[in-house]
T-cell receptor
Framework: DAKTTQPTSMDCAEGRAANLPCNHS???????VYWYRQIHSQGPQYIIH???NNETNEMASLIITEDRKSSTLILPHATLRDTAVYYC??????????????FGKGTKLTVNP | DSGVTQTPKHLITATGQRVTLRCSPR?????VYWYQQSLDQGLQFLIQ???????AKGNILERFSAQQFPDLHSELNLSSLELGDSALYFC??????????????FGAGTRLSVL
């Protein structure tokens, strides 16, 4: 399974942008990168995904480097409710047709008042 | 609300017992996935079903089994329970199987405590 590398933890002030980096150097050309988050033992929540272009939705923005070896998830105005573990998930490998998600340890983001 | 429903929310049982966890996927989703989250292992993929057929197996013990019914709901059966089976069990669903772009939506989970 492809591996991603994320910092263990980060802090952010409420109202400021939170920038969460991820290294996915083994990604290949047609493979997507996904971001999920998990708020304190709740079910993981899908945030955003991307292939090669930058993406934005109502939750976040995703910036992917030109070589596609790393990406940054941006929460433009972090709130206390954004405190969670954020998972950057490498390509879904359709081995035998499965699109299982391979979760690493993620980044524990703490938004401080 | 993800649209994925899991029951029960909490389950407390004793070692050696058998339990069944239930998952109703989002309307229209054909794939169902089961994941286990324990304190020391993180989120681990157990098994995937697509339109009633088993699609892939992960780190699922032989004491565990699952199935997906014609109405697409799924059940995860855990038998001969051990203390180490205590964990959060999540179900996720997605529209398709077999594509590289596939968003999975997770339920709220079932917290299993084996005493």
């Amino acid at each position: 399974d492809a591996k991603t590398t994320q910092p263990t933890s980060m802090d952010c002030a409420e109202g400021r942008a939170a920038n969460l980096p991820c290294n996915h150097s083994t990604i290949s050309g047609n493979e997507y990168v996904y971001w999920y988050r998990q708020i304190h033992s709740q079910g993981p929540q899908y945030i955003i995904h991307g292939l090669k272009n930058n993406e934005t939705n109502e939750m976040a923005s995703l910036i992917i480097t030109e070589d596609r070896k790393s990406s940054t998830l941006i929460l433009p105005h972090a709130t206390l409710r954004d405190t969670a573990v954020y998972y950057c998930i490498g390509p879904l490998l359709p081995q035998g047709g499965s699109e299982k998600l391979v979760f690493g340890k993620g980044t524990k983001l703490t938004v401080n008042p | 609300d993800s649209g994925v429903t899991q029951t029960p929310k909490h389950l407390i049982t004793a070692t050696g017992q058998r339990v069944t966890l239930r998952c109703s996927p989002r309307s229209g989703d054909l794939s169902v996935y089961w994941y286990q989250q324990s304190l020391d292992q993180g989120l681990q993929f157990l098994i995937q079903y697509y339109n009633g057929e088993e699609r892939a197996k992960g780190n699922i013990l032989e004491r565990f089994s699952a199935q997906q019914f014609p109405d697409l709901h799924s059940e995860l059966n855990l038998s001969s329970l051990e203390l180490g089976d205590s964990a959060l069990y999540f179900c996720a669903s997605s529209v398709s199987g077999g594509l590289a772009k596939n968003i999975q939506y997770f339920g709220a989970g079932t917290r299993l405590s084996v005493l």
